[in-house]
């Protein structure tokens, strides 16, 4: 489909997203219920690949980019976050080490008794 | 004069032809290091400087790019869809190891947090940092974070976790390629994505996988956010 009703699209989409969003009780965030509503009409077939997959390769090949801003805006806080550096460091380095931990382990059990419980294996 | 360093136009243009010189950095050293977005922010910021441009004046005068932010936030959902399948294939342990992975990261850092004895803003600003940048930022705005410095937990997080993924997956043997490919997105979204993209495709799929998973957990784990911090 052609790139600009691909886009028309994928923006009605995510005003959508902002409208379910504005109707919620609590806060959420309106890009995640886009992703959502994205899954739910490509998985119900009102949504087709081909509606969507041009810019949708754009922008996933190409996602960092929209975070340039924000990231340049960081040097207006290099004071505050060098200030609290070594926490910070530390909060990510183990964060990080453990969050890839647990969830591996996690996986390698959860398939352990997937296996065990003798689901058939689709393989 | 000021004016023109200010406008849209030579914004927008410094900011693609930034980024553009990252991703060639990356390109000749081949090293996750070579973050586009952390060579882009060097060169940027010294741009600036040398005009003695506002930081903040760049901010608004590039709200087209950051308009972007949302649409690409939700095309995150055609990714999921695409792997679909494999994620139904193993279903248990995918939301399982997602959910684990995403109670972790927000767990580990709200402790942390506490731990030191940072400001609420600057936990709740780090608290999101294993999620993709979009869901991560928008988060963060919403619990009352500051979100430069979640802009900063994202990527370095990112670039902690394609670094360390392969020296990871060895020490912990990790066998299986959905294993190796949730751990690093759960820990590493999609900075580490690229890497577990180079170790195999259904690495590549399942890191993929992990950023949507994990971030839609994450959100959900967030509304707790005000009752602990």
């Not at chain 1, 309106?30 to 998985?43: E, G, H, K």
């Not at chain 2, 950095?25 to 910021?45: D, E, F, M, W």
């Not at chain 2, 994620?87 to 850092?109: E, M, Y």
Request: some cysteine; hydrophobic content about 55%.
């Amino acid at each position: 489909m052609d790139l600009l009703a691909q886009i028309a699209i994928l923006l009605g989409v995510c005003l959508s997203g902002e409208l379910l969003a504005s109707l919620l009780p609590f806060s959420f965030p309106s890009s995640v219920i886009a992703m959502l509503l994205m899954l739910l009409l490509l998985a119900t077939g009102v949504l087709k690949l081909r509606h969507v997959e041009g810019v949708t390769n754009f922008l996933m090949q190409n996602m960092a980019f929209f975070f340039v801003p924000l990231c340049v805006n960081i040097l207006a806080y290099l004071e505050i976050i060098s200030a609290n550096m070594v926490a910070i460091l530390v909060i990510c380095f183990v964060s990080t080490f453990l969050t890839f931990v647990t969830t591996a382990f996690t996986v390698r059990g959860l398939m352990k008794l997937t296996r065990k419980k003798g689901e058939p294996d689709h393989e | 004069m000021s004016e023109f360093f200010t406008s849209p136009l030579f914004c927008i243009t410094l900011s693609l032809a930034a980024y553009c010189i990252g991703c060639r950095v990356r390109a000749k050293t081949g090293s996750a290091l070579a973050n586009p977005l952390i060579v882009a922010a060097v060169l940027i910021g010294a741009v600036l400087f040398a005009t003695g441009t506002d930081v903040e004046a760049y901010y608004e005068a590039t709200d087209m790019i950051r308009f972007w932010i949302m649409p690409a936030t939700a095309v995150l959902g055609v990714a999921i869809y695409k792997n679909l399948t494999l994620i139904r294939k193993q279903w248990l342990p995918v939301l399982g190891g997602c959910l684990v992975g995403a109670l972790t990261a927000i767990g580990s850092v709200v402790v942390l947090a506490k731990a030191f004895g940072l400001e609420r803003e600057l936990a709740v600003g780090l608290a999101p940092k294993s999620v993709t940048m979009a869901i991560a930022t928008s988060l963060s705005e919403q619990h009352g974070g500051l979100v430069p410095i979640t802009v900063f937990g994202v990527v370095l997080t990112g670039v902690l976790g394609a670094v360390a993924a392969p020296l990871l997956i060895r020490l912990l043997r990790i066998k299986d390629p959905t294993e190796a490919g949730l751990a690093i997105g759960a820990s590493s979204h999609a900075v580490g994505t690229s890497t577990a993209v180079q170790l195999g495709e259904i690495e590549g799929a399942m890191s993929g996988a992990a950023i949507g998973l994990v971030g839609i957990f994450t959100v959900l784990l967030a509304l707790a956010l005000p009752y602990v911090l």
